[in-house]
């Protein structure tokens, strides 16, 4: 399996940005997948996920501004940020769940490096 994140770039507060992942065979559609992101000296922590059947979380950090969807005929996963924060700043990373509804996950995508200027 392999993911290819894309998108990231350089915004400023309140901007827009929506990441792609792009995934090899047809994964999007039968696996749990979800966005981590890892902020520099900080842990990696979950952003958002979805399930193969639809089911949606979000960390509280970013609900209400952030958006996971995915396009099973494109077999790519993506996440469309808005009213971005400073504190987004960070490496973002697809993976893919082990199964339909969650974790843990084995694939990873390259990352795709946000940076959310105040």
């Known amino acids: 399996v392999q993911l290819q994140a894309s998108g990231g770039g350089l915004v400023q507060a309140g901007g827009s940005l929506r990441l792609s992942c792009a995934a090899s065979?047809?994964?999007?559609?039968?696996?749990?997948m979800a966005w981590f992101r890892q902020a520099p000296g900080k842990e990696r922590e979950f952003v958002a996920g979805?399930?193969?059947?639809?089911?949606?979380n979000y960390a509280d950090s970013v609900k209400g501004r952030f958006t996971i969807s995915r396009d099973n005929t494109k077999n790519t996963v993506y996440l469309q940020m808005n009213s971005l924060k400073p504190e987004d700043t960070a490496v973002y990373y697809c993976?893919?769940?082990?199964?339909?509804?969650?974790?843990?996950?084995?694939?990873w995508g390259q990352g795709t490096l946000v940076t959310v200027s105040s």
């Open positions: 993976a893919r769940g082990r199964s339909s509804v969650g974790g843990p996950y084995d694939s």
């Open positions: 065979g047809r994964i999007v559609s039968r696996y749990r």
């Open positions: 979805i399930n193969s059947s639809g089911p949606i």
